[in-house]
């Protein structure tokens, strides 16, 4: 039982990953256009990577968040 547990912990936090990139990508893909967003936003995004980070995300996103903050905000 006990490796069922780590099995669906692992199966859970690969999920929450993945959700959590494709919030940021459909976020940067809305407003990579303009390179401008609302700070709202913004204040979003920078949430959502730091769950995705905390949760041993890819530097994939670290790069898009690192071009997110060059954009300017509205």
């Not at 993945?18 to 893909?29: A, E, G, K, P």
């Not at 401008?36 to 898009?64: C, K, M, R, W």
Request: a negative charge.
């Amino acid at each position: 039982m006990g490796n069922e547990i780590v099995k669906l912990s692992e199966n859970t936090r690969n999920n929450d990953i993945m959700m959590l990139r494709h919030s940021i990508l459909i976020i940067y893909f809305t407003y990579n256009e303009k390179k401008e967003i609302p700070e709202a936003q913004y204040s979003s995004v920078l949430g959502l990577y730091d769950v995705y980070h905390s949760l041993g995300g890819n530097s994939f996103i670290t790069d898009i968040i690192t071009e997110m903050k060059s954009w300017r905000r509205v």
